[in-house]
C-alpha cells in the first residue's frame, strides 16, 4: 500500500496545493490500469498514513488515463467555487451573513463547517446584494467588507471554514533541505503529507500556504512561510502588476469626506477625506444634484468626493450624508429673489382706524393694485411669483 491513496487506490505521484485562503487541489497520478473510477465529478477522499485525510471533487479538466494509470485533477469540497451565485439582493429581516451565505453555497453545492463562528452567521448587514459572479468571488466580496481580516478554504472533512487565523503550533517531525528567502520558502522532508496551512511549525513560522510533492520513494513539503515586512513570490509578483495597470482605479470611486469650509457663494467647498490615503482637498465643486441650486451647510457636513471620469485633475463632492445643518438653499433664476423676512414682495398693507368706531384698510399688492376695504371685509394678499427663491 502506498503512503498516499485515492478512493483506496494507491497514489504514484502528484502534488497537492493548499492556500491559506481558497480551494485545495492536488493533481494525482492513480494506479488506476483501466482508468476507471475516477470520472468528473466523482468524490474523492484521499488518504494519508499518518497525515492528512482530503475531500475532494474530481474536475473535468487534466483528468484521463495515460499509460495505465489515470491522472486526475481534484478540489476541495463538491468543487463549486466556481460556479456563478445568481444575482439577489437581500433586505432585513433576511440580511444576515448566513442568508448570503446560503445564496453563496445554494449555487456552490459546498456547505459550512460546523465550527464557523455563530457571531460571524449572525451579523447584521441591513441590505446586501450579490452579482451574477462565481462563488469565490461572491465570498470574497463579502468578507472584504465584513470581516477583512477573515480568511476561508476547505478543511479537511470537505468543508467549508470561514475565520480568522490563531496558528496554532504543531509538532511535525521532519527534515529542513533548503530555504528560499526570496519567496519565503522552506523544502522539507517528512515521512507523510500531514501540514496544513494556517498553523505555526518551531524553527519555521507560520504557515500560509503549503505544497505536497508526492514522488516515488520520497516525500516534500514546500512551506511558504507568513511574511510581515512584505510579500513575495509569484502571486506577490501578479499583484503587483495588477495594482500598476489598473493604478488610478481609486479614482473611479466616491470617500466620505468632511467639509472644513464652504466659499462664500456656496458653490465649492473644503473637506478632509476620511481616507487616510487622501489628501486635504480644497475649492471642489459641489454638485448638489438639483439644478440651478446653491445649499450653504454648516462645517462638519459630511459629503462625498470623487472624480470626473476618474481624472484626478477634476474632482467634485455630492451626495449628502443626512441630518446636514443647513444655512440657506438658493434656487437661482433671472427675476428678483424672494427673501425670507422680505417685506415688500407681497405688497403693503396699511391698517387705520377711521372716526372712532371703524378699523379700515388699503393694500396695494406687488403690481400696483390697490384696494381698500373695512373692518369685517376679508383682507387677500397677492405674491409676486419669483423665479429665484433664497431660503435662509
Request: hydrophobic residues 40%.
Amino acid at each position: 500500500m502506498s503512503v498516499v491513496v485515492a478512493n483506496d487506490v494507491n497514489v504514484i505521484a502528484g502534488t497537492i496545493t493548499m492556500p491559506l485562503r481558497g480551494v485545495w487541489w492536488a493533481d494525482l497520478v492513480i494506479d488506476q490500469v483501466d482508468g476507471t473510477g475516477f470520472d468528473a465529478g466523482t468524490e474523492v477522499t484521499v488518504k494519508c498514513d499518518d497525515g492528512i485525510e482530503l475531500k475532494g471533487t474530481v474536475v473535468p479538466d487534466r483528468t484521463g488515463s495515460y499509460l495505465d494509470a489515470v491522472h486526475v485533477r481534484l478540489l476541495g469540497g463538491k468543487a463549486g467555487m466556481s460556479k456563478e451565485v445568481k444575482p439577489k439582493g437581500f433586505v432585513q429581516p433576511g440580511a444576515y451573513v448566513r442568508d448570503v451565505l446560503g445564496n453563496i453555497n445554494d449555487a456552490s453545492g459546498e456547505s459550512l463547517d460546523s465550527t464557523v463562528s455563530t457571531s460571524f452567521l449572525q451579523m447584521n448587514l441591513t441590505a446586501w446584494a450579490t452579482f451574477a459572479q462565481a462563488a469565490s468571488q461572491a465570498l470574497t466580496a463579502l468578507l472584504d467588507i465584513v470581516a477583512p481580516a477573515a480568511n476561508w478554504r476547505f478543511l479537511e472533512n470537505g468543508k467549508l471554514w470561514i475565520g480568522e487565523e490563531t496558528w496554532p503550533t504543531v509538532t511535525v517531525e521532519h527534515s529542513v533541505l533548503s530555504r528560499n528567502p526570496s519567496d519565503g520558502s522552506v523544502n522539507v522532508g517528512v515521512n507523510s503529507p500531514s501540514i496544513t496551512p494556517g498553523c505555526a511549525i518551531d524553527g519555521i513560522g507560520k504557515i500560509n500556504r503549503v505544497e505536497h510533492t508526492i514522488e516515488s520513494g520520497k516525500i516534500r513539503s514546500r512551506l511558504w512561510v507568513q511574511l510581515v515586512d512584505e510579500e513575495r513570490g509569484v502571486v506577490a509578483a501578479v499583484k503587483k502588476m495588477v495594482r500598476q495597470e489598473i493604478a488610478g482605479i481609486d479614482y473611479f470611486t466616491l470617500y466620505d469626506a468632511k467639509i472644513q469650509s464652504q466659499s462664500s457663494d456656496g458653490k465649492t467647498v473644503d473637506v478632509q477625506p476620511g481616507d487616510v490615503r487622501l489628501p486635504g482637498m480644497s475649492k471642489v465643486p459641489l454638485r448638489n444634484g438639483v439644478a440651478a441650486t446653491v445649499c450653504k451647510v454648516a462645517p462638519g457636513t459630511f459629503v462625498r468626493v470623487g472624480w470626473d471620469r476618474g481624472d484626478p485633475s477634476m474632482p467634485y463632492a455630492c451626495l449628502w450624508q443626512g441630518g446636514e445643518t443647513v444655512t440657506s438653499i438658493a434656487i437661482a433664476g433671472s427675476d428678483v429673489p424672494f427673501v425670507k423676512g422680505s417685506s415688500n414682495q407681497l405688497g403693503t398693507l396699511t391698517l387705520t382706524v377711521a372716526g372712532s368706531a371703524t378699523l379700515a384698510w388699503t393694500y396695494v399688492d406687488a403690481t400696483g393694485t390697490t384696494t381698500t376695504g373695512a373692518s369685517g371685509a376679508p383682507i387677500t394678499l397677492t405674491g409676486k411669483t419669483a423665479q429665484k427663491v433664497t431660503i435662509g
